[in-house]
T-cell receptor
């Protein structure tokens, strides 16, 4: 089955700096890669996703890049703000018509004011 | 519109008792997922319902866990003979195809 590795497990940055979280996956048939943000005590919220037919997608201060050949994808947050502090999870679909997601173990991002 | 809802929000039960957790998905979403999240941990897949297909039960940790989805809508996760290691937040998500939308979760504490 699919295996998703996520790094780093914790990341601390200064407000205004950029943050990058990286994930690798094992199933070459995977075709959908979402990122979720989970604030303490809250539900995971989808913040951005990318399909396998594109290499990069941006939404204001966040962007995701995908390298299908190397089977890795990354989340980039620019101009970080304290409210970006949360746990971020990457995920990869099982591929084909099975949309089940396998999640990474999460990255705790702390943005220091 | 209304998001995914779950009930109860909190459940405290004694070891050995059975519990039922409920999930109301977003109307029209064909897929429904159950996950378990222990404190400070990631999302552990439990079970997946897609339309009228047989559910994918590959993540259920033991035969004490079962789930059903009636009429392609509401789902119930049942844990029989609860153990202390079952204590966690149980999250439900529904999906129209790819994107999954999570409910607020049920925090289960087994004493």
């Amino acid at each position: 089955g699919e295996n998703v590795e996520q790094h780093p497990s914790t990341l601390s940055v200064q407000e205004g700096d950029s943050a990058v979280i990286k994930c690798t996956y094992s199933d070459s048939a995977s075709n959908y890669f979402p990122w979720y943000k989970q604030e303490l005590g809250k539900r995971p919220q989808l913040i951005i996703d990318i399909r396998s037919n594109v290499g990069e997608k941006k939404d204001q201060r966040i962007a995701v890049t995908l390298n299908k050949t190397a089977k890795h994808f990354s989340l980039h947050i620019t101009e970080t703000q304290p409210e970006d502090s949360a746990v971020y999870f990457c995920a990869a679909s099982s591929g084909g018509s099975n949309y089940k997601l396998t999640f990474g173990k999460g990255t705790l991002l702390t943005v220091n004011p | 519109g209304a998001g995914v809802s779950q009930s109860p929000s909190n459940k405290v039960t004694e070891k050995g008792k059975d519990v039922e957790l409920r999930c109301d998905p977003i109307s029209g979403h064909t897929a429904l997922y159950w996950y378990r999240q222990s404190l400070g941990q990631g999302l552990e897949f439990l079970i997946y319902f897609q339309g009228n297909s047989a559910p994918d039960k590959s993540g259920l940790p033991s035969d004490r866990f079962s789930a059903e989805r009636t009429g392609g809508s509401v789902s119930t996760l049942t844990i029989q003979r609860t153990q202390q290691e079952d204590s966690a937040v149980y999250l439900c998500a529904s999906s129209p195809k790819y994107e999954q939308y999570f409910g607020p979760g049920t925090r289960l504490t087994v004493t």
